[in-house]
């Protein structure tokens, strides 16, 4: 039985996967098996996953037709057999350190959930690669909540985490869904948790590309973050150390919702209403002190001057 199982969604990822099977091949921790799950591919992904795996035994390749992401991290879960699991983004790298810090500091600990910091890296601009002594520190899984709903230390992606396999076995990416996903899971998976254990250092390099779902225009797939925020806001309402923070996260989702959606408001009346609505309803006071003056000035412009709003938007172009 491997250590860790690192999985990896392929989808059109011939540009990328190369590198990233190489840094993660490369770890400095080799009890690993790698499950990358083709989803439906038609470009070159598979051929060179296939090329890599005639090099190392350890890459597993599974394939699927199209089913999205979450499916495919689904299925690579349900076949893995490592005593923890790591989710790669087939486009992001990883410091030749990351698998053997984070097992680590969850064997050392006895952690739930190792995490590790993320270096944001553009593609017009090849940032330098930093390297940081690693201090970790043991978090409760409230503290850990709290800074995953306030977009502090734990990042709402799920792929700079180190799982225990028998933590997750029952959390399941939400099949369907394009939009925070990830935070979802992460959120579902650290409420099955006892322990987490955070190092700040940057040890996974996350690309920021400009056709990345959250660099698109808006669609209907930008809801998707709406049902999510509404889940995690109903799942910790009643809990007085964390509803506060529940209640920051629903407001930032509508906002920002609302803010991508208005340039689409006339294809979208219903929705767009519905949203206005509930920022409308949605109460703020105790959240204030964790917003921005920017969001907090869109917030009240909404809640009480839906023309001031207006003008807002027009300022700012």
Not at 27 to 49: F, H, P
Not at 139 to 147: G, L, N, P
Request: hydrophobic share 35%.
């Amino acid at each position: 039985m491997p250590h860790i199982s690192v999985i990896i969604p392929v989808y059109n990822a011939g540009n990328y996967i190369v590198d990233t099977l190489n840094s993660v091949l490369q770890q400095t921790l080799k009890d690993i098996e790698v499950i990358v799950v083709n989803d439906g591919s038609n470009d070159q992904s598979l051929v060179e996953c296939y090329r890599l795996q005639e090099m190392d035994k350890r890459i597993i390749i599974i394939n699927q037709d199209n089913q999205g992401v979450s499916k495919a991290r689904n299925v690579g879960k349900q076949n893995a057999t490592g005593d923890y699991i790591i989710f790669i983004d087939a486009d992001d790298e990883l410091d030749c350190r990351m698998l053997e810090i984070l097992y680590t500091q969850a064997r050392k600990t006895d952690s739930d959930i190792s995490v590790c910091g993320v270096d944001r890296i553009f593609e017009k601009k090849q940032e330098e690669k930093k390297k940081y002594h690693c201090n970790y520190e043991e978090i409760t899984v409230d503290q850990a909540i709290e800074w995953l709903l306030l977009g502090q230390k734990i990042e709402s992606g799920a792929w700079n985490k180190l799982f225990k396999a028998s933590t997750i076995e029952d959390v399941h990416f939400e099949e369907g869904k394009k939009i925070n996903e990830d935070k979802y899971f992460v959120f579902r998976s650290l409420l099955k948790s006892k322990k987490i254990v955070y190092c700040a250092e940057k040890l996974y390099y996350y690309y920021c590309r400009e056709n990345s779902v959250t660099n698109q225009s808006f669609s209907e797939r930008w809801f998707d973050s709406l049902y999510f925020a509404d889940r995690i806001y109903e799942e910790l309402k009643g809990r007085n150390n964390l509803e506060v923070f529940a209640r920051y996260q629903l407001l930032i989702a509508y906002y920002t919702v609302l803010r991508r959606m208005y340039p689409f408001r006339n294809q979208y009346k219903k929705e767009y209403q519905l949203v206005i609505d509930k920022i409308k309803s949605t109460s703020f006071k105790s959240v204030l002190s964790y917003m921005d003056k920017k969001q907090v000035f869109g917030v009240l412009s909404i809640k009480y001057c839906i023309l001031l709003y207006k003008f807002m938007r027009c300022v700012s172009k």
